[in-house]
């Protein structure tokens, strides 16, 4: 059994450090000292293409972050994004706004970057932002500008053209920055990230502003009759005093039980909630609550003061998400930016930095406290060479080996069904604060009562380098809390990458369903796990050796703990590759 007697026996060895080594760029505050681009040196080795995903979205070269304005628009969708245009890193000063469309979520095509800095409201940076389409169906684009000294405004943005289903060209408007810094206590460069508009009951526009104001941290609401000149609303939509900067909010309106998406700027049915998402530290973090309309605030359901406590959208590297109402389909869609994990170097040499992960569909649980997500239906248009096994079962220790397809580049559903549920070990509401920790002491090689079990994936034939995506399940007084972990600390014998055990926890009612699901989509270096249908999402980045100097791994359904656990249906698909912005894309239109 070379997986278990490979891995460390306590779960504690290895690196398991979530923030000293990240190579997370901090945003807050920002050191505005030129950083110029290096030189890009010849790429040396095979990673650049190797660690290429395959069909997650990336511009063909360059630096990418936050996704910006999504929308769809006469047929097209686009999917604005931070860019630089000039190389591999975020650098003071360069970034600007790339541009994508497809007609399927899937396939790409890159145009030309709608806006670059050349302005005195944007002259440091054309920083993120949201798209909105206007009652009469013109799309828009508020994004945040830094002018000189790190002073952040909000600058709006047309389309020269709104016939052009492509939308190429955008023009900044004259009265640029429509928004400034001007708030009592207000830290001006840490005022950023507008969401998209919804209209309030009285008719006027309101956009949200990720702020730091006082100790606070808020998101500001605006009021527009227009979407021209804006006012701000005496109190925030809502705020903090523990946290980091909220950067990236979202605000959307979601219906319980319900997986169709509403848009923001018509009427919200009764019995709908609202979900505030925010990005703070390291987490794309969220409130479920109501919107009060009199108050025009949000009025979370239960009020947690330790943010350490908020449900995350992906409890791995995934940052600045942003959803949008997806008329074509009427659902809601979500997607992130999953930044490379490996060193900055690397990057440069690499030519490229940073994905998108695959755009998933979010909606909330039928008891209204949580969101569940799961990829979109088109992904699945790049499935191919299906294979399906039924009724495995796996003792403790049992390994049994995935084969048939290309385990770099795969789909995988697996339901793993509870024999019994007598051996599930009791729970400690501490390790909610810190999932990430205890994903380090409870590591696949560490038995349990129920669990561990999941997936091995990209593992080398003699087990120096394997990921692991697994499950615990405990007993907490009247309910059960699964333990969903990414552990990505024997991912690469590479010393380079950051590799932690990202974890997260979820609720599930057992004595009811016995049936845990995980679905894995891995492409190349990037890892999407989705734990009980969508509850707990954790994305990961990955550079196994194996990857790039073999060429070949294997890929395990396992189980380490004394229950019995069986896979009534396990399916697993090779993914093709998307065509994404593919270098001559321009000329497809
Ligand atoms: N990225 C942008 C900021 C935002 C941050 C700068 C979040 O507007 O706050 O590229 O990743």
């Not at 999504?70 to 591999?88: D, T």
Request: glycine residues 8%.
């Amino acid at each position: 059994n070379l997986f278990f007697s490979n891995s460390s026996s306590n779960g504690s060895g290895g690196r398991c450090s979530l923030c000293p080594q990240s190579p997370e760029v901090s945003f807050c505050p920002l050191s505005p000292e030129i950083s110029p681009c290096p030189q890009s040196p010849e790429v040396p080795y095979i990673v650049s293409t190797r660690y290429r995903t395959a069909y997650h979205f990336q511009p063909p070269r360059n630096w990418i972050n936050d996704p910006c304005g999504l929308m769809y628009y006469k047929g097209i969708y686009h999917n604005f994004y931070q860019y630089n245009p000039h190389c591999a890193l975020w650098c003071w000063g360069d970034i600007a706004w790339g541009h994508s469309v497809s007609t399927d979520l899937v396939n790409w095509i890159q145009l030309e970057p709608v806006i670059e800095p050349d302005n005195p409201s944007d002259i440091d940076g054309c920083w993120t932002g949201s798209a909105t389409i206007l009652s009469g169906g013109q799309p828009v684009i508020l994004y945040t500008g830094v002018s000189r000294d790190n002073c952040q405004v909000q600058n709006l943005l047309f389309p020269k053209n709104p016939s052009d289903p492509y939308l190429r060209e955008w023009t900044k408007a004259g009265n640029n920055p429509v928004i400034q810094p001007v708030v009592p206590g207000l830290n001006r460069s840490c005022f950023r990230d507008p969401t998209t508009g919804w209209i309030g009951p009285d008719g006027l526009w309101r956009i949200a502003v990720g702020a730091q104001l006082y100790s606070y941290n808020a998101a500001l609401l605006y009021k527009s009759e227009d979407f021209l000149s804006w006012t701000r609303v005496d109190h925030p939509l809502y705020s903090h005093n523990l946290s980091n900067m909220w950067e990236c909010p979202d605000f959307f309106a979601v219906l319980p039980g319900n997986n169709s998406g509403l848009d923001m700027s018509v009427s919200i049915p009764r019995g709908a909630k609202h979900a505030l998402k925010m990005s703070v530290g390291y987490f794309d973090k969220y409130l479920i609550g109501v919107y009060d309309l009199k108050r025009d605030a949000f009025v979370p359901d239960t009020i947690v003061d330790d943010c350490r406590l908020w449900l995350r959208i992906d409890y791995g590297d995934f940052y600045a998400s942003k959803s949008f109402f997806d008329s074509k389909k009427g659902r809601r869609i979500i997607w992130g930016w999953s930044q490379e994990a490996d060193c900055r170097s690397d990057d440069v040499a690499k030519g490229w930095a940073g994905i998108h992960t695959i755009p998933r569909t979010i909606w909330l649980d039928s008891d209204g406290k949580q969101l569940l997500q799961w990829p979109v239906d088109e992904i699945e248009s790049l499935r191919t060479n299906e294979i399906n096994h039924q009724g495995l079962e796996l003792n403790k220790g049992d390994m049994f080996e995935i084969n048939g397809v290309d385990t770099f580049q795969a789909d995988v559903e697996i339901y793993f069904e509870l024999t019994s549920i007598n051996a599930a070990e009791p729970f400690d509401p501490s390790w909610l604060l810190d999932p990430e920790k205890h994903c380090c002491e409870a590591g696949a090689s560490v038995h349990g009562g129920i669990g561990p079990f999941g997936l091995v994936i990209l593992a080398s034939n003699n087990m120096d380098e394997h990921t692991v995506v697994h499950f615990r399940v405990y007993k907490s007084q009247q309910k059960y809390m699964i333990l969903m972990c990414s552990d990505l600390r024997r991912s690469s014998i590479r010393p380079s990458p950051y590799t932690p055990a990202y974890g997260g926890f979820f609720e599930l009612d057992l004595a009811k369903e016995r049936k845990i699901s995980l679905r894995t989509l891995i492409d190349r270096s990037a890892v999407e796990s989705f734990g009980g249908g969508g509850r707990v999402c954790i994305t990961s980045r990955v550079y196994p050796a194996v990857l790039a100097d073999v060429g070949r791994a294997h890929m395990y359904a396992f189980n380490n703990g004394s229950a019995t656990v069986r896979v009534p249906q396990l399916s697993a698909w090779t993914m093709r590759n998307a065509h994404v912005n593919v270098e001559n894309g321009r000329s497809a239109i």
